[in-house]
């Protein structure tokens, strides 16, 4: 067992450190407009109809049930998008209908998630936005637990050339304050927070 430790270790401490500016995936083209994702909360409004009018979260299979309305496929579309097709399939029960959707709470789709794992206090995916940091994903999963080795965090990041791997000082950065290890974080990362070896 201490051997296997030793070499976790070892494997850990030969990772790069992350760079404090890593070069940000460039996302798709045409994905400047947020698409809903499986989990996210909308409001649906229909102008001048209480009844249809309502809050509803997109189910797992990326679909959405309102009055009227069985199974409408949200995911992937924009909220305009998908304002235009509960329009389109309203018509058949109201005349003209107006709708405009508001995503009020968003998971993001699953290449704009940052996941945390391992010895964090809450291991979750987090939707990831511009300028988000080590630092914010940590405060964001209620910090790390008391078996936790902050300082061999891993942050695994997709590359051009498959995943690459970087060693982050989590410990240093919230015990000490060492800003050099609050790395900006790109769509799609993971954070690996190993136990500590005792």
């Given at each position: 067992m201490a051997l296997l430790g030793a070499l976790v270790a070892a494997a850990c401490s030969s990772l790069p450190?992350?760079?404090?500016?890593?070069?940000?995936?460039?996302?798709?083209?045409?994905?400047?407009?947020?698409?809903?994702?499986?989990?996210?909360?909308?409001?649906?409004?229909?102008?001048q109809d209480r009844d249809l009018s309502l809050k509803?979260?997109?189910?797992?299979?990326?679909?959405?049930?309102?009055?009227?309305?069985?199974?409408?496929?949200?995911?992937g579309k924009?909220?305009?998008?998908?304002?235009?097709?509960?329009?389109r399939r309203l018509a058949e029960f109201v005349q003209r209908p107006l709708v405009t959707v508001v995503v009020t709470d968003f998971s993001g789709?699953?290449?704009q998630q940052i996941?945390?794992?391992?010895?964090?206090?809450?291991p979750q995916s987090l939707p990831w936005r511009p300028g988000m940091t080590v630092l914010d994903a940590v405060i964001a999963v209620g910090g790390l637990t008391a078996f936790a080795d902050g300082n061999r965090t891993v942050?695994?990041?997709?590359?051009?050339?498959?995943?690459?791997?970087?060693r982050v000082r989590v410990a240093d950065l919230l015990r000490e304050g060492d800003m050099a290890a609050n790395v900006k974080l790109a769509p799609g990362d993971v954070l690996v927070v190993p136990e500590a070896i005792f």
């Open positions: 450190e992350a760079p404090i500016e890593p070069e940000l995936v460039d996302p798709p083209a045409g994905s400047a407009a947020y698409r809903i994702a499986a989990g996210d909360d909308l409001q649906i409004f229909v102008w509803v979260r997109v189910r797992p299979d990326g679909r959405i049930s309102m009055p009227l309305l069985a199974d409408v496929e949200a995911a924009t909220p305009a998008e998908l304002g235009r097709e509960l329009e789709p699953l290449e996941r945390v794992v391992g010895e964090a206090v809450k942050l695994v990041r997709r590359g051009p050339e498959g995943p690459q791997r970087y």
